[in-house]
């Protein structure tokens, strides 16, 4: 359950042949600071926590319905929610391991000195990117972040692997064959095709990682965001008409747009969160009322846009990945 100021991660109980218990990290009743504190956050990244909690949630009810219903007997759904629960899990450091949390830098404002890539072929790609002169301050900002996002995006393949191989260790041990491991097996074929496509999509963004890094940014670029780029790329490898594509890349200008405005108000929240640490020193209560209601007005809206962001990037995603299914067929 979400609640402003409130965090409670639910975990996730199934009945049946599916029986299981997720394990769960519960935050509750501390403050968004407390919290924020607790899991060394900055006030932008403690909102995109906000935003992935509340998909997730949204995501579980949705589920139940369907388990209410019978909908999901082959418990594909519900292997995903959890998949999903341990990628935000490990993303912002709440599964209890040391150094899993992937920390949310600036190049201009931080330098390189507080965050890595952990890979030697993005190292090398971001060294030479960086010493080129091809590209501006606000240029090399931007590649930072396509950077970003695709470390994120192996993290997660790797999540996402290290489930896969552990329920294999799991099924490679069972001696009697059922109905209930035939299930299973269906639900592994299912994460090796969602291993396929995040593999595909690590690929294509690597390789347009060392064209743009070697060459520069192209003026003529459509998109510069790299999760809407990421999308494009994908989409014109999918199964979609000439019109359909079409339709598509207007809906991810309009996406691409709702992301920049996300930005801004993350800019304006960091900014914010800064301004409100500085009055807390000074002692002018009036000033620090001021400061604490637009610090809220602030949060409440990057994460209501957050919340936007991704909601519209996994209905964009999942229909990717239904023409890249029909692909293969």
Not at 18 to 33: F, I, L, P
Not at 86 to 103: A, F, P, R
Not at 231 to 255: G, I, P, Q, V, Y
Not at 305 to 322: E, F, M, W
Request: include cysteine; proline fraction near 1%; aromatic fraction near 6%.
């Amino acid at each position: 359950m979400l609640a402003r100021g409130r965090w409670r991660v639910k975990s996730l109980r199934t009945s049946g042949h599916n029986s299981a218990e997720q394990s769960s990290v519960t935050c509750d009743h501390r403050s968004t600071d407390a919290l924020a504190v607790q899991l060394h956050l900055s006030a932008v990244k403690l909102a995109e926590l906000h935003s992935d909690l509340k998909i997730q949630e949204k995501d579980e009810l949705s589920w139940k319905k369907l388990k209410a219903e019978g909908l999901d007997e082959d418990g594909e759904k519900e292997a995903k929610l959890r998949r999903n629960l341990n990628v935000i899990m490990t993303k912002y450091g709440m599964n209890g391991k040391k150094d899993s949390q992937l920390v949310d830098t600036n190049y201009i404002k931080d330098g390189t000195e507080s965050d890595t890539l952990d890979d030697p072929r993005l190292e090398k790609l971001w060294s030479k990117a960086k010493t080129s002169g091809k590209f501006s301050d606000e240029e090399l900002d931007k590649l930072w972040r396509e950077f970003k996002h695709h470390k994120e995006k192996i993290h997660e393949y790797n999540i996402l692997l290290e489930t896969v191989s552990r329920t294999e260790d799991i099924h490679k041990n069972v001696i009697n064959p059922s109905e209930e491991n035939l299930v299973k097996e269906e639900i592994l074929h299912n994460k090796h095709r969602e291993l396929k496509d995040k593999l595909r999509s690590i690929n294509q963004g690597f390789e347009r990682l060392r064209k743009v890094s070697h060459q520069g940014y192209d003026a003529t670029s459509e998109f510069e965001e790299p999760r809407v780029i990421d999308l494009w790329d994908m989409a014109k490898s999918a199964n979609f008409t000439e019109k359909e594509l079409e339709s598509f890349r207007e809906e991810l200008k309009h996406f691409e747009a709702k992301i920049e405005k996300h930005h801004h108000y993350q800019k304006q929240l960091e900014i914010s969160h800064e301004k409100l640490k500085h009055v807390e020193g000074t002692g002018d209560k009036e000033h620090l009322n001021r400061n604490r209601e637009k610090y809220a007005m602030l949060e409440e809206k990057t994460k209501e846009l957050g919340y936007k962001v991704k909601k519209h990037l996994q209905d964009l995603s999942s229909r990717i990945s239904q023409g890249l299914q029909h692909n293969e067929l």
